[in-house]
T-cell receptor, first 117, second 114 residues
Framework: DSGVTQTPKHLITATGQRVTLRCSPR?????VYWYQQSLDQGLQFLIQ???????AKGNILERFSAQQFPDLHSELNLSSLELGDSALYFC????????????????FGEGSRLTVL | DQQVKQNSPSLSVQEGRISILNCDYT??????FLWYKKYPAEGPTFLIS?????DKNEDGRFTVFLNKSAKHPSLHIVPSQPGDSAVYFC?????????????FGGGTRLMVKP
């Protein structure tokens, strides 16, 4: 158990709809990351939040948005869904980078599997 | 532009033998190289990492090597066990003030046969 909690585990919806995926990071972690894994491919970085603020952005579509709340949980909002958005969405968290102790490790949740029909 | 590549999508090894999983990268700015293991229906779990200034890191049956001149990290598992069967992702990390940016390879599915 990584300590990162994601809900829902599975979600089936139709094209054009909007969904929200939720992530609770490990206790004490300030950074939350969202990754997308499509069709047994590698994980693609979407976006990172640190203590409520957006800190890094990857190849995230304009139809997607995220936020991190004061209690540090994060939500990923996916709108105007298309068939190609079907994927596993992973949330990960990490401690703030501390020189000499941070190896770059991220702790991943079990993912939310989104199916768009 | 794939900055981290795993050119072997699958690898089959006999139990007790060595498994060698390979990775290649293009960005010289990466600080760490990490290996994650992923079982179906689970999230990736961290296995082992190596700093860009080292050439070897060992943890039990798992050893990660870094050939920096060739931009080539590799993971050795010896002896391989059936429970090692999973998808292994190579990842490269850039550390910055607020955290780490991980770039993942496409993964290699390892099958260890009894």
């Amino acid at each position: 158990d990584s300590g990162v909690t994601q809900t829902p585990k599975h979600l089936i919806t139709a094209t054009g709809q909007r969904v929200t995926l939720r992530c609770s990071p490990r206790s004490g972690d300030l950074s939350v990351y969202w990754y997308q894994q499509s069709l047994d491919q590698g994980l693609q970085f979407l976006i990172q939040y640190y203590n409520g603020e957006e800190r890094a952005k990857g190849n995230i579509l304009e139809r997607f948005s995220a936020q991190q709340f004061p209690d540090l949980h994060s939500e990923l909002n996916l709108s105007s869904l298309e068939l190609g958005d079907s994927a596993l969405y992973f949330c990960a968290s990490s401690v703030r980078a501390v020189a000499g102790r941070n190896t770059g490790e991220l702790f991943f949740g079990e993912g939310s599997r989104l199916t768009v029909l | 532009d794939q900055q981290v590549k795993q050119n072997s999508p699958s690898l089959s090894v006999q139990e007790g033998r060595i498994s060698i999983l390979n990775c290649d990268y293009t960005n010289s700015m990466f600080d760490y190289f990490l290996w994650y293991k992923k079982y179906p229906a689970e999230g990736p779990t961290f296995l082992i990492s190596i700093s860009s200034i080292k050439d070897k890191n060992e943890d039990g049956r798992f050893t990660v090597f870094l050939n920096k001149s060739a931009k080539h990290p590799s993971l050795h598992i010896v002896p391989s066990q059936p429970g090692d069967s999973a998808v292994y992702f190579c990842a490269a990390s850039v550390l910055y003030n607020a955290g780490n940016m991980l770039t993942f390879g496409g993964g290699t599915r390892l099958m260890v046969k009894p």
